[in-house]
């Protein structure tokens, strides 16, 4: 089982290029959702998806799209790409939106924009 | 904004109890106390969760405050593979139940 998975890993981009990052999870979750992880802080929700078709906005959405298409695939794309968008990004999952569950979160992909 | 507070850091031995406090002041009725921790360079992963009794799981255990203004995470025997960063997190109803993070707390495990 293996959970949720990112691709690439690792990516150094122009200022300027466009990239999608992808995350898949193969546990049948409802929920998938977008962050970033700049050093030293928290995780901030760039997007997320409440099901299949639907997206909705999180807390800092501005430079970035996202779509689900299929159940277990959430894209993540940067279509013009800037300095400030050189962090760690990370995909998550999670059956319900309700608090009886946890978040599985995927491993993460280290953007640097040079 | 992030609805909890906690220690920027805390050292403790390898092998004792590991107490990590969490304070929520403005927690409401419906809100429920998460803990999730990040080891270096890896996903955050899932400790426990918790709305009003203390729960256990195999990895922690959670001890709610009566009055549920504050919580803390209990690793009964730390080791080595602990060492993370712990966040306490309210997942709350008026935030449409995402995760707000904040800086959570570095915990240090000294040989």
């Known amino acids: 089982n293996a959970g949720v998975t990112q691709t690439p890993k690792f990516r150094v981009l122009k200022t300027g290029q466009s990239m999608t990052l992808l995350c898949a999870q193969d546990?049948?979750?409802?929920?998938m959702y977008w962050y970033r992880q700049d050093p030293g802080m928290g995780l901030r929700l760039i997007h997320y998806?409440?099901?299949?078709?639907?997206?909705a906005k999180g807390e800092v959405p501005d430079g970035y799209n996202v779509s689900r298409l299929k159940k277990q695939n959430f894209l993540l794309g940067l279509e013009s790409a800037a300095p400030s968008q050189t962090s760690v990004y990370f995909c998550a999952s999670s059956p319900f939106l309700q608090n009886n569950y946890g978040y599985t979160f995927g491993s993460g992909t280290r953007l640097t924009v040079v | 904004d992030a609805k909890t507070t906690q220690p920027n850091s805390m050292e403790s031995n390898e092998e004792e109890p590991v107490h990590l406090p969490c304070n929520h002041s403005t927690i409401s009725g419906t809100d429920y106390i998460h803990w999730y921790r990040q080891l270096p360079s890896q996903g955050p992963e899932y400790v426990i969760h918790?709305?009003?009794?203390?729960v256990n799981n195999r990895m922690a255990s959670l001890a709610i405050a009566e009055d549920r203004k504050s919580s803390t995470l209990i690793l009964h025997r730390a080791t080595l593979r602990d060492a993370a960063v712990y966040y306490c997190i309210l997942r709350a109803m008026d935030s449409n139940y995402q995760l707000i993070w904040g800086a959570g707390t570095k915990l240090i495990i000294k040989p």
């Open positions: 918790g709305l009003t009794s203390n």
């Open positions: 546990m049948n979750h409802e929920y």
């Open positions: 998806s409440v099901g299949e078709g639907t997206t």
